[in-house]
């Protein structure tokens, strides 16, 4: 059974720290990518970070580079992102994803991505 468990939101203050987890299951780290988006209403669903262990390449986007971290626990099949410097703009529901690689290769537009996990909700009051 394949399944993501995305969990870790919350409600912060800016500048405050939360870490997400994705449990992972059903799939393998070395055929899977794993990736970070979010979604806020009325806006489309974007990539966060993504990870494959396989290469060690990650993506990182341009509006969370040097705040975000993203990591993969092969052993406790878990992925996670670290969030720091929270600010309100990060508001939004976290989910994570996996995208089969094509020969070690994926790609970071959304469309890639499926088994979305059900989403964490973020707050970050300013």
């Known amino acids: 059974d394949v399944q993501l468990q995305a969990s870790g939101g919350g409600s912060v203050q800016a500048g405050g720290s939360l870490r997400l987890s994705c449990a992972v299951s059903g799939f393998s780290f070395d055929e899977y990518a794993f990736g970070w988006f979010r979604e806020v209403p009325g806006k489309e669903r974007e990539p966060v970070s993504a990870?494959?262990?396989?290469?060690?390449?990650?993506f990182t986007a341009d509006s969370v580079e040097g705040r975000f971290t993203i990591s993969a626990d092969v052993a406790k099949t878990t992925v996670s992102l670290q969030m720091n410097a929270l600010t309100p703009e990060d508001t939004a529901v976290y989910y994570c994803?996996?995208?089969?690689?094509?020969?070690?290769?994926?790609?970071?537009?959304?469309?890639?991505?499926?088994?979305w996990g059900q989403g964490t909700q973020v707050t970050v009051s300013s």
């Open positions: 994803a996996a995208q089969r690689m094509d020969r070690g290769s994926w790609f970071v537009g959304t469309n890639y991505w499926y088994s």
């Open positions: 990870i494959s262990t396989w290469d060690d390449n990650v």
